[in-house]
């Protein structure tokens, strides 16, 4: 019981301080693919904390929606995270079906965000919200469908069960579904959070910006808890994704909670090399990518099916 306590609290403290972390280190790798020093790995850090501080100026126009957005997409981000299983040890908050709630939290997120974004009568914001939900309504049936798999592989529609240590036995069985199903994901996590090539988060062009212009009039802490509710939000889906490409762990509580973190801190190595490596899409080129992944995610299950 004292043991299920304190990898509880590791994977609190994991969630709370690392998904900043994830974000120096794809900032620090892209500017070695440029030749440039680029800012200091915990530059995420020190901007999340200069905003926690300032002042907010909101239009007059606004209601409660605009500070219900970050409140709800942080909330809703972390409470998803403490489903999702870490380092082999079980996530803190399990059950049948938690699946569904994983996904819908950042539906959830993703409404208020969008709908602050409407709250502020901008057309333009308005713009990058339908963009926002359409590539979002291409992504989550992919993640449903590797879920299926993972759920049929495992026997369980629990996160814990499905990502546990013995999806690392599945890959003798099931290797081809597993990595279809970690290739979806990947392009999930990418799209979820608003990375290269499906949007750019450091964009100022306005006819090309999705999620960053829907969080234009947001400021001070408002915006602070934007930033940190998406490290979150790809710190979870990031977490997914390692399950299901390395679930295998090393047998030693201890060791297996290290482990991940550099399993984590290799993926963010790998988004920055995509980020580096490739171009962003047209926006007509999107859907296509995304019904290619839900089309990967759906052989996956057909394969486990027959």
């Not at 059950?95 to 009568?121: M, N, V």
């Not at 992919?142 to 499905?162: C, E, I, P």
């Amino acid at each position: 019981m004292v043991l299920q306590v304190i990898h509880a609290v590791i994977h609190v403290l994991l969630v709370l301080l690392m998904p900043l972390l994830l974000q120096g280190i794809i900032a620090k790798t892209k500017a070695a693919f440029a030749g440039r020093v680029g800012p200091p790995l915990l530059q995420p850090y020190y901007d999340v904390i200069k905003l926690l501080q300032k002042g907010s100026v909101f239009s007059k126009t606004t209601t409660w929606v605009l500070l219900a957005g970050p409140v709800v997409s942080l909330a809703a981000a972390l409470v998803a995270s403490l489903l999702v299983p870490l380092g082999g040890h079980a996530a803190p908050v399990s059950f049948q079906g938690d699946l569904i709630l994983f996904a819908y939290l950042f539906a959830l997120g993703r409404f208020f965000t969008a709908s602050a974004a409407l709250d502020t009568g901008s057309a333009f914001e308005g713009m990058g919200a339908a963009r926002e939900v359409t590539f979002a309504c291409l992504a989550e049936p992919a993640l449903f469908l590797g879920f299926l798999v993972l759920a049929k592989l495992a026997d369980s529609l629990s996160l814990t069960d499905m990502l546990s240590n013995r999806l690392a036995d599945k890959w003798n069985i099931g290797g081809g579904s597993l990595v279809l199903v970690a290739v979806s994901l990947f392009i999930v996590l990418l799209v979820e959070n608003c990375r290269i090539p499906f949007d750019d988060p450091n964009t100022h062009l306005e006819l090309t910006m999705i999620h960053e212009v829907m969080v234009l009039d947001h400021s001070g802490p408002a915006l602070g808890m934007i930033l940190y509710g998406a490290a979150v939000k790809m710190f979870a889906l990031g977490a997914v994704v390692v399950r299901v490409i390395a679930p295998l762990t090393s047998g030693n509580a201890w060791l297996d909670w290290p482990a991940f973190g550099l399993e984590l801190v290799l993926l963010a190595v790998v988004v920055g090399i995509v980020e580096s490596t490739m171009a962003r899409l047209r926006l007509v080129n999107i859907p296509k990518v995304l019904v290619g992944a839900c089309l990967l995610s759906a052989f996956g299950l057909i394969l486990v099916l027959r």
